[in-house]
């Protein structure tokens, strides 16, 4: 069983390595290990008594012009004892021209390989709904760019696919959410003017330290990659304090240092909040990113959520 597995996941990641991708494009976050449901179809919590639901809020670069902001919805739950699955929803808007919707379903398949560890396949489908609304650009040129001619309104089939390694104190995830390949824009009157949202492929770890009960330290990392663009690694470390309080540091190379803080509200509610503070030359347009999120780990019996809050 173990040999087929590790057949399968080779020939997976070659299939990873061998994709075309051109341009950086999807959104980011700074307290992705949060969000994972939505970057890894194949995420997988090996918890059958809660359902996960998150909310996050993200603006990028406060007070500049056009600035993009994103607003994420997603839940995750234990189907049987190897399913899982869930939903995300995905807002992305760039200042008041760029409009761009996802709505997606995963399913992830978990097997065990291991007396403490587990590997989950998933796949993710659904729709992005992407707009423009170019009314009341104000050109400098005498003659508008025929690129910004007539607003735009498509949708976007896509489909996602991802692996998700994992036991209690760590995990490695590899996965591509998006590997069809979109166009925008096209081709008008001789001119070029095409747009395309492109493959980014995403590998994810980490690994949680305990000292004692009440004390869990987690080194993790996540990287991104799409062809035309450096790679994004973000390196975070984060510290869980009587499972009540999380604060930590994240860094972004060539990019931006984070802080992050999450309280638990309740034994079913836990709010964060993580900001960005710009290193490159963007710094000096802009004020930072904030982003917030809400958890909710709710018992499938309506008994609420008891344990102690998974670190990832």
């Keep these: 069983m173990i040999s087929k597995l590790t057949k399968c996941s080779v020939v997976f990641l070659i299939v990873f390595i061998g994709l075309n991708t051109h341009a950086q494009q999807d959104p980011q976050y700074t307290q992705y290990m949060y969000n994972m449901s939505v970057l890894n ?21 406060a007070r500049s012009i056009g600035a993009p902001t994103t607003g994420t919805y997603f839940a995750h739950s234990v189907i049987t004892d190897r399913v899982e699955g869930g939903m995300s929803v995905v807002h992305d808007k760039i200042g008041d021209v760029v409009k761009q919707t996802g709505a997606y379903a995963d399913i992830a398949y978990v097997l065990p390989v291991g007396n403490t560890s587990k590997l989950s396949f998933g796949v993710k489908a659904g729709a992005t709904f992407f707009s423009t609304n170019f009314d009341g650009f104000v050109y400098s040129d005498p003659l ?40 925008h824009l096209s081709e008008d009157s001789g001119i070029v003017t095409q747009g395309s949202e492109n493959i980014h492929v995403f590998l994810s770890g980490g690994y949680v330290l305990n000292f004692g009960d009440n004390y869990k330290f987690k080194y993790a990392f996540l990287t991104k ?23 930590g540091a994240a860094y972004r190379f060539d990019d931006s240092f984070s802080g992050m803080v999450n309280f638990s509200l309740s034994s ?44 990832f």
């Design 144 to 183: 508008p760019d025929p690129a910004f001619a007539e607003n735009i309104n498509k949708t976007f089939p896509n489909i996602g696919a991802g692996l998700f390694f994992f036991s209690e104190n760590y995990y490695l995830g590899l996965s591509a959410p998006n590997l069809l390949e979109t166009k």
């Design 41 to 61: 179809p194949a995420y997988a919590t090996d918890d059958n008594s809660t359902i996960n639901i998150g909310l996050l809020y993200r603006t990028q670069w």
């Design 225 to 247: 990659h799409v062809q035309g663009a450096r790679v994004s690694i973000d390196l975070t470390a984060n510290v869980l304090i009587n499972n009540m309080v999380e604060f």
């Design 268 to 311: 079913v509610m836990r709010v964060g909040y993580a900001y960005d503070h710009t290193l490159s030359n963007l710094g000096r347009f802009n004020n930072g990113t904030h982003e917030i999120f809400l958890l909710f780990n709710i018992g499938k019996l309506g008994s609420g959520f008891d344990k102690s809050p998974r670190f």
